[in-house]
């Protein structure tokens, strides 16, 4: 079935360090959307990747994309105890629907 | 401020009662998403709408019933749930083409008795 996962479910880094999450995917995609959910909130766009595209930046955000390996990593650098939250992959694939993983919840300790 | 609003944002009710969960968007956007997300399970997508039209109704149970009556309001009409459909429903909208990001709302926290 079309479904993102993340890797890993958990993450727990302190203040400062650089948070690499992973996603792997099972169809073709058309692209692939990374979103980050706060505690109680709904989910933010962070960054979208096109199939043709292999590596995107936003400010501290670089994401990567292997349509080989079908997956893709998120890579926040200088961590700050406002980045802990949940993080997802929504794989867009022909049927123009967004399908999300189960996430990645990354702590980053002040 | 994310530019789409829902409301109630928390809900109690029962299973018999009938109750709805309303979304508006500030977006001038063209597709609505309804999403159910429960603990430890995948965002799942139950239905879109692009420029008002029902595209996709995910295998949804019938005691769902959602409502677009233009495409600045989403409705999704419930009655006769049960515990299981406990969970954070959140709505979307996106811009023209169903492959551009959604804006979510911050949802309504449901909790059935």
């Known amino acids: 079935s079309q479904q993102g996962e993340e890797d890993p479910q958990a993450l727990s880094i302190q203040e400062g360090e650089n948070a690499t999450m992973n996603c792997s995917y099972k169809t073709s995609i058309n692209n692939l959307q990374w979103y980050r959910q706060n505690s109680g909130r709904g989910l933010v766009h962070l960054i979208l990747?096109?199939?043709?595209?292999r590596e995107k930046h936003s400010g501290r955000l670089r994401v990567t994309l292997d349509t080989s390996k079908k997956s893709s990593s998120l890579l926040i650098t200088a961590s700050r105890a406002a980045d802990t939250a949940s993080y997802f992959c929504g794989e867009m694939g022909g049927s123009e629907k967004l399908v999300f993983g189960k996430g990645t919840k990354l702590t980053v300790n002040p | 401020e994310t530019g789409v609003t829902q409301t109630p944002r928390h809900l109690v009710m029962g299973m018999t009662n009938k109750k709805s969960l309303k979304c508006e968007q500030h977006?001038?956007?063209?597709?609505m998403y309804w999403y159910k997300q429960s603990a430890k399970k995948p965002l799942e997508l139950m239905f879109v709408?692009?420029?008002?039209?029902?595209?996709e109704n995910n295998s949804v149970p019938s005691r769902f019933s959602p409502e677009c009556p233009n495409s600045s309001h989403l409705f999704l009409h419930l009655h006769t749930l049960q515990p299981e459909d406990s969970a954070l429903y959140l709505c979307a909208s996106s811009q023209g083409d169903l492959g551009q990001p959604q804006h979510f709302g911050d949802g309504t926290r449901l909790s059935i008795l």
């Open positions: 977006l001038g956007h063209n597709a």
């Open positions: 990747i096109r199939s043709n595209e």
């Open positions: 709408y692009n420029f008002k039209e029902q595209t």
